[in-house]
C-alpha cells in the first residue's frame, strides 16, 4: 500500500470526521445562540438541520454517479474546501432564509464523504482489506462528533460563538488547501473511459433491480434505524423513566454506546474474515443487537451494567456499516462510488422514516396520558426489536459471497 493512497484516504476521513462532528455539534451545542442569532423557534433550527439532512441523502446517488467519473483528488478537495467556506458564510449573516440556503449546501457539500472514503478503498487498495480499511475509516470519522461537541462547548463559554465557527471553517479550508498541494493527480488512478461513457440509467438499473443490494441496504437500514432511533432521539427520556436514573448519567450511558460504535467497523471486519463470511458476522451481530435491547428494555439494571450494555449495543450495531464492503464485492469495481451512493440512500431514507416511526409508535402507546410512561418507552423497545427481527430475517434470504471469495475477486 503505497503512501500516496494512505495520505488520500485519510484526508477523506479527516473531511468525514470533520464535516459529521460540526454538522452534529453546532446544532446541538448552540441551539439557543441560533435561535437568538436567527431569530427561530426550536422547530425552525430543527428545520434547518432537517435541510441538511435531506440535501445529503437526496445528493448520495448524484454524488456515487460523479465521483465515478471526476478525478478523485478534485471531488475531494472541492468538497471539503466547500463545506467549510459554507461554514463561514453560515455565520455570515443572521437572515433565516439564507441560513437555509447554506444548510442544503453543507448538506450537499458532506454528502460526497462517506462516498470517497468508499471509492477509495474500493479502488486503491487490495481487495482483502476493503471491509477493515473502510471499518476503521468508518470509525475513525466516527470520532468527529465525540471531538467537537465537547470542543465546541468548551470553547464558546470563552470566546464569540460566531467566531468560534469562522475558526473551524477557516481551518478547514487551510487542511483543504493543504490537500489540493499534497494530493498529486499523476499518482490516482483516472476515471474509466468505459465508466465516463456508459449509461448513467444502465448503471443505477443494475444497481436497483437486483435484490442483492436492496436486501443488504435494508438489513443495514432496519439494524441502523433502531439503533439510530434509540440513541438519537429518546434513549436518554427512556432511561430515566424506566431505569430511573437522573438525565444526566443517562446521557452519558448513551454516550457509551457512541463509544461502542467506533470499534464496531473493525471488529466487524474482523469478524466476517473469521466467519469466512460477511453475511455470518452479520446475523450474529444483529441477534446480538437483539438480545442486548432486550436486556436494556425489560431487565432492571445496574448503571454499570447499562453502560456496558449499551456499549455492547454500539460494537454490534456497526454490523449495518458492512453494507458497504459487500455491496461493492457484489458489483463492478468501476462503479463503487455509484453502489456506495444507492445503498447509503436506501439506508438513509428508510432510518428517517424509522425514527419517525419509532416515535410514532410511543405517541400512539401514551394516548392521552400527559407524559411517558415506562409501558410506554418499552412499546418503542419492542418497536425496535421488531426492526431488528426483520432485518434478519431479510438478510437470510439472500445469498453472499464468502469473505475469501471477495479477496480473491479481480479487478
Known amino acids: ?12 476521513v479527516l473531511f468525514f470526521a470533520y464535516q459529521y462532528g460540526l454538522r452534529t455539534a453546532i446544532p446541538n451545542v448552540l441551539n439557543g445562540e441560533l435561535q437568538d442569532y436567527f431569530g427561530a423557534n426550536t422547530s425552525q433550527i430543527g428545520f434547518l438541520v432537517s435541510l441538511s439532512c435531506l440535501a445529503y441523502t437526496v445528493m448520495q446517488i448524484p454524488v456515487g454517479l460523479v465521483t465515478d467519473r471526476i478525478s478523485i483528488k478534485k471531488i475531494a478537495v472541492s468538497s471539503f474546501f466547500s463545506f467549510s467556506l459554507g461554514l463561514i458564510v453560515f455565520v455570515s449573516s443572521s ?28 479502488n486503491y487498495f487490495p481487495q482483502e482489506k476493503i471491509a477493515l480499511i473502510s471499518g476503521l475509516a468508518v470509525s475513525a470519522g466516527g470520532v468527529g462528533p465525540i471531538i467537537c461537541n465537547p470542543l465546541m462547548a468548551h470553547l464558546v463559554t470563552n470566546f464569540s460563538w460566531i467566531n468560534v465557527v469562522a475558526c473551524f471553517g477557516v481551518l478547514g479550508l487551510l487542511i483543504s ?4 498541494f499534497a494530493i498529486k493527480e499523476k499518482d490516482l488512478i483516472d476515471s474509466d473511459v468505459e465508466v465516463i461513457s456508459s449509461s448513467i440509467r444502465q448503471d443505477i438499473k443494475a444497481i436497483v433491480f437486483d435484490r442483492r443490494y436492496i436486501g443488504i441496504s435494508v438489513f443495514s437500514m432496519a439494524t441502523w434505524g433502531a439503533c439510530s432511533s434509540f440513541c438519537d432521539a429518546w434513549g436518554v427520556s427512556f432511561m430515566t423513566c424506566v431505569h430511573e436514573i437522573s438525565r444526566e448519567e443517562a446521557a452519558f450511558a448513551v454516550g457509551f454506546a457512541y463509544t461502542g460504535m467506533i470499534f ?35 431487565v432492571k439494571l445496574s448503571f454499570i451494567s447499562l453502560c456496558v450494555s449499551l456499549f455492547a449495543v454500539g460494537v454490534l450495531a456497526m454490523c449495518q456499516f458492512l453494507a458497504f464492503p459487500v455491496a461493492l464485492s457484489l458489483g463492478e ?9 444507492v445503498v447509503n440512500t436506501i439506508i438513509m431514507s428508510g432510518c428517517t422514516i424509522l425514527i419517525w416511526a419509532f416515535g410514532y409508535v410511543l405517541d400512539w402507546s401514551k394516548g392521552s396520558n400527559l407524559t411517558y410512561g415506562a409501558t410506554d418507552y418499552r412499546c418503542g423497545i419492542m418497536a425496535s426489536l421488531i426492526s431488528v427481527l426483520f432485518a434478519i430475517i431479510v438478510l437470510a434470504f439472500i445469498k453472499l459471497p464468502a469473505y475469501k471469495d471477495v479477496s480473491e475477486k479481480k479487478s
Not at 177 to 180: C, K, S, V
Not at 333 to 341: Q, S, Y
Open 1 to 12: 500500500m503505497r503512501k500516496k493512497y494512505i495520505f488520500l484516504l485519510v484526508f477523506c
Open 177 to 180: 488547501l493543504i490537500g489540493f
Open 264 to 298: 464496531g467497523g473493525p471488529l466487524s471486519a474482523y469478524l466476517s474474515k473469521i466467519f469466512n463470511s460477511f453475511k455470518k458476522a452479520m446475523l450474529v451481530e444483529a441477534i446480538g443487537v437483539a438480545l442486548l435491547l432486550s436486556l436494556v428494555g425489560f
Open 95 to 122: 437572515n433565516f432564509v439564507c441560513a437555509s440556503i447554506i444548510q442544503v449546501f453543507l448538506g450537499a457539500s458532506s454528502s460526497f464523504a462517506l462516498v470517497m472514503v468508499m471509492k477509495i478503498a474500493n
Open 333 to 341: 469495481k468501476r462503479l463503487g462510488a455509484t453502489i456506495t451512493g
